[in-house]
């Protein structure tokens, strides 16, 4: 049997018992963390209320619209997946999480790999380490990925892996529908829409990815962080909470720049949008930059599931929301993407607050006095 440190070539990945820790040692004390003010966002915060779209609603695509052009973020009611599958997930996640280290390490990710245990992508980028342990899914291998971790394929494997894929299911087709909600949302007619389909598949060959969020308590709530500001790079999250809130979407001023503090709503999903659907919608609907923190009482578990295009297919804005205007944002493939946020990180300086999550962006916005750009159109654009 290797040693545990032997298991992970991780550099972040510290052999460190955060369920077990008395203290936050420097090593995940984070800079910066209390330059904005954090908000509440629940129902009756007014101008901060997080906006909140029931998909049974005949007006949700208007409420989508005003929610992605204004939040990029919004809390979806009336999705249809019932509570208490919500509810076996988030057993499910929190008894995988709690098995020894040992086990789990047997998942870890390596350098580059997509998938796997351990920090989050984005932790390579900076000094610091986030309180907080990660688990990244295709789940379409759900099975063999899941065996790592219980090779004896016992009972906690078979029912974990069957309420995943229960799971998965019901967010696949989720996924679809708030698909075709978006593209009323930005003013597509019925044909407009059929045609984007035929033309580029969006819904069929959407790529999705489960990722599992793990944030433990902590004695030091103030001095940690449990994720670490980002923007998500594909087209949109769907996002499942527990009962304890942590997730904060930055916004910015007037009256100031703050955090607002997603309240967690029972069966409620939080929608992100991501990169490379402010990319396809030219710029209209706005990717939302968000963080997680801890606390000191409650541990606290999140599922993120991630739809993007397919790897190979370029990105850039739909001629239909273009219309006569110019596109905003030259065409790209989610890996070629992945590139320049990390080149973006790079220019930044790891651990400054520099992105806003805008940064990549700007990185691949189409120079209106540069005519180079009318010419970069690719797959899902034209
Ligand atoms: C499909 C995705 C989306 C990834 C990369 C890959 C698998 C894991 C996702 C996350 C999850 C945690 C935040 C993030 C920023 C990270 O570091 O890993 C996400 C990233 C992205 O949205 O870019
Ligand atoms: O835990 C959360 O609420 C946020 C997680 C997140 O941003 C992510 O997994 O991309
Ligand atoms: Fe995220």
């Given at each position: 049997m290797p040693t545990p440190s032997k298991l992970?070539?991780?550099?972040?990945?510290?052999?460190?018992d955060l369920g077990a820790a008395r203290q936050v040692p420097e090593t995940h004390a984070w800079e910066g963390l209390h330059e904005h003010p954090v908000v509440d966002g629940g129902v009756?915060?007014?101008?901060?209320a997080v906006p909140v779209v029931d998909m049974?609603?005949?007006h949700a695509a208007e409420a989508v619209a005003r929610a992605s052009e204004q939040w990029g973020a919004f809390l979806l009611q009336?999705?249809?997946?019932?509570r208490e599958l919500l509810a076996r997930v988030e057993a499910g996640i929190a008894g995988m999480f709690a098995l020894p280290k040992t086990d789990k390490m047997r998942a870890a990710r390596q350098g580059?790999?997509?998938?796997?245990?351990?920090?989050?992508?984005?932790?390579?980028?900076?000094?610091k380490t986030m309180w907080s342990e990660g688990y990244s899914l295709s789940p379409t291998n759900l099975r063999p990925e899941l065996r790592k971790i219980w090779?004896?394929?016992?009972h906690d494997y078979s029912q974990f892996c069957g309420v995943m894929e229960e799971f998965h299911k019901e967010m696949r087709a989720l996924a679809d529908k708030l698909m075709e909600l978006f593209l009323v949302a930005l003013g597509l007619t019925g044909p407009q829409i059929a045609g984007v389909e035929a033309e580029h598949k969006l819904t069929e060959t959407m790529s999705e990815t489960i990722h599992l969020n793990w944030y433990p308590k902590c004695?030091?709530?103030?001095?940690?962080?449990?994720m670490k500001a980002h923007t998500d790079s594909g087209f949109f999250a769907l996002l499942m909470q527990s009962q304890v809130p942590g997730l904060h979407l930055f916004r910015h001023g007037p009256p100031a720049d703050r955090w607002v503090e997603v309240p967690a709503v029972p069966g409620a999903l939080v929608v992100n949008i991501g990169d490379l659907f402010q990319i396809l919608t030219n710029g209209r609907f706005r990717s939302v930059y968000h963080r997680a923190v801890v606390n000191r009482d409650r541990e606290r578990i999140s599922l993120a599931y991630f739809l993007g295009p397919a790897a190979n297919a370029k990105v850039g804005p739909l001629k239909e929301v273009v219309g006569g205007g110019r596109p905003a944002y030259r065409a790209l493939t989610w890996p070629e993407y992945i590139i320049v946020r990390k080149e973006a990180f790079a220019n930044g300086g790891?651990?400054?607050?520099?992105?806003?999550?805008g940064t990549a962006l700007e990185m691949v916005?189409?120079?209106?006095?540069?005519?180079?750009?009318?010419?970069?159109?690719?797959d899902i654009s034209s």
């Open positions: 992970n070539k991780d550099p972040h990945n510290h052999y460190f009756g915060a007014g101008e901060d049974q609603d005949p009336g999705h249809g997946v019932p580059g790999d997509p998938y796997g245990y351990g920090l989050p992508h984005i932790a390579l980028y900076f000094s090779p004896d394929a016992g004695p030091d709530p103030k001095r940690a962080l449990g790891a651990d400054l607050e520099f992105t806003k999550g916005s189409i120079n209106p006095d540069d005519d180079d750009g009318m010419d970069d159109q690719g």
